[in-house]
């Protein structure tokens, strides 16, 4: 046999293989897994409201909030430093210390929110400077 027919038989073998792989890739998507559309691309977020009392939504009633007199007069430094941990990654808490990927965080009880000399608060944050951080304030912010 000569040289153009092991070449016509390559040639051919990778053409029968590339057929059959468009082929099948074709079955595959429009007879075996048929997937529909949806009439609108993308997912939908479903955020429950806020305002809506939490059993109408369906999901068990939690536990009344605890005073924050309550919590303060039994909170100890030992959990808070363990779970400031987290957040250590972003925020110091070292008198004058610099701001990291988020402000210092030293005084901040009773400070104006977004009031951190040379840190760059975002937009939603710098709407709310008006307020204080307060003791509650916090608390709710943690909590969330």
Not at 26 to 37: G, L, S, T, Y
Not at 61 to 69: D, E, K, Q
Request: charged residues 15%; aromatic residues 8%.
């Amino acid at each position: 046999m000569s040289a153009g027919y092991e070449f016509n038989k390559i040639a051919m073998a990778v053409l029968l293989v590339g057929t059959s792989t468009l082929g099948l890739s074709i079955i595959a998507n429009d007879v075996i897994f048929k997937v529909e559309k949806p009439a609108k691309p993308g997912f939908a977020v479903v955020v429950p409201d806020a305002k809506a009392p939490a059993a109408a939504a369906g999901a068990a009633p939690s536990a009344p909030a605890r005073p924050m007199s309550e919590v303060m007069a039994s909170a100890t430094a030992e959990p808070g430093a363990q779970v400031f941990r987290q957040c250590a990654s972003c925020h110091t808490i070292a008198k004058g210390g610099a701001n990291g990927v988020g402000p210092n965080l030293w005084g901040v009880v009773e400070r104006q929110k977004a009031s951190n000399a040379g840190f760059n608060y975002s937009a939603a944050a710098k709407a709310k400077a008006a307020d204080r951080w307060t003791f509650d304030a916090l608390f709710a912010y943690i909590e969330n």
